[in-house]
């Protein structure tokens, strides 16, 4: 093969693997698909320096109530509370239980 072959299908006389996201040609729709995606991005306005901090539904461009908004942005948060009281409670629970059928086990045996 001559070298302009070799070098138009990125291939060498080494072994060496050449990845195929790393040849111009796909670099160069990488970068033409990055261009199209923040194009669209921007006509939902949503790069607008103007923003008041809201989040807004980029489809419906409906915005947010501060009570949905705190909601979304804490859920993780709220889980984990819940979580934790969740298995307090049932740890709690679990353990005075257990008391109980300790005293009534002595209180049986005793007698």
Do not use: W
């Not at 923040?38 to 923003?51: G, R, T, V, Y």
């Amino acid at each position: 093969m001559s070298q302009k072959t070799r070098y138009l299908y990125n291939l060498s006389r080494e072994k060496t693997p050449i990845h195929t996201e790393s040849t111009r040609n796909r670099q160069a729709r990488d970068n033409q698909d990055e261009g199209s995606l923040l194009k669209i991005l921007h006509s939902f306005n949503l790069f607008c320096p103007e923003s008041n901090d809201v989040l807004q539904n980029i489809a419906t461009k409906d915005l947010t109530t501060e009570e949905i908004q705190d909601h979304l942005l804490h859920a993780q948060d709220r889980g984990q509370e819940q979580l934790t009281k969740f298995v307090t409670l049932i740890v709690l629970g679990a353990s005075k239980l257990l008391l109980v059928i300790v005293f009534v086990i002595l209180n049986l045996s005793t007698k």
